[in-house]
C-alpha cells in the first residue's frame, strides 16, 4: 500500500513539476544509499531484519573504530609513527535537493511513502523468518509425538 502511495505521490510531482523535471536527468553522477538492510542472527536461531540509516553505527562499526582508536593512542604511546585514521564520511545528501530547493510537498511524500515501504519489507521479512521457525518447531514435535505413539498391532 505504501509502495503505491508513493508511485501516486511521484507522479503528482511530475506533474506539478513537468515530466522532466522528474527524472534520471537529475539524479546525482554518485549516488549513496540513505539506508540499508542489515541482518543478525539471534540466540534463538532466528534471523531479523532492521532498517539502518546512512550515517548512523552498527554495533560492527563501533566495535572497529574503538580498537582502531586504541591501536593509534597505542602508536603514539610508544613513539610509533601515526597511521592515519579513516576519516568518517558525512551523511550522504537528502536525494529530494537534485530537484531543487522548492520541491512540490507530493515528492516529500513519495520519499516518505518509500522509506516506509522499505521499513515494512524489513519487518515481514523479520515476521517471514519467525513464520518459517515456527513451522520447523512445529514440524519437529509432530515427528516427535508419531516417534512416541504405541503403534497399533
Known amino acids: 500500500m505504501f509502495d503505491l502511495k508513493g508511485w501516486l505521490s511521484l507522479s503528482k510531482a ?4 513537468g515530466a522532466k523535471s522528474v527524472g534520471p536527468l537529475q539524479y546525482a553522477s554518485h549516488m549513496e544509499p ?3 538492510v542489515s541482518t543478525s542472527e539471534g540466540q534463538d536461531g532466528l534471523q531479523k531484519f532492521w532498517m539502518v540509516r546512512a550515517g548512523t553505527q552498527t554495533p560492527e562499526e563501533v566495535g572497529s573504530r574503538e580498537a582502531a582508536f586504541l591501536s593509534s593512542a597505542l602508536r603514539r604511546r610508544k613513539g610509533l609513527p ?5 576519516d568518517s564520511s558525512p551523511a550522504p545528501q ?4 537534485w530537484f531543487g530547493i522548492l520541491v512540490p510537498h507530493s515528492l516529500r511524500q513519495a520519499q516518505a511513502s518509500f522509506r516506509e515501504g522499505l521499513q515494512l519489507a524489513a519487518d515481514m521479512a523479520s515476521l517471514q523468518s519467525r513464520i518459517n521457525w515456527g513451522r520447523s518447531q ?3 514435535l509432530q515427528e516427535k509425538l508419531k516417534q512416541l505413539e504405541p503403534r497399533a498391532p
Open 14 to 17: 511530475r506533474y506539478a513539476m
Open 34 to 36: 540513505q539506508v540499508r
Open 82 to 86: 601515526r597511521t592515519p585514521e579513516p
Open 94 to 97: 537528502n536525494p529530494l535537493k
Open 138 to 140: 512445529l514440524k519437529e
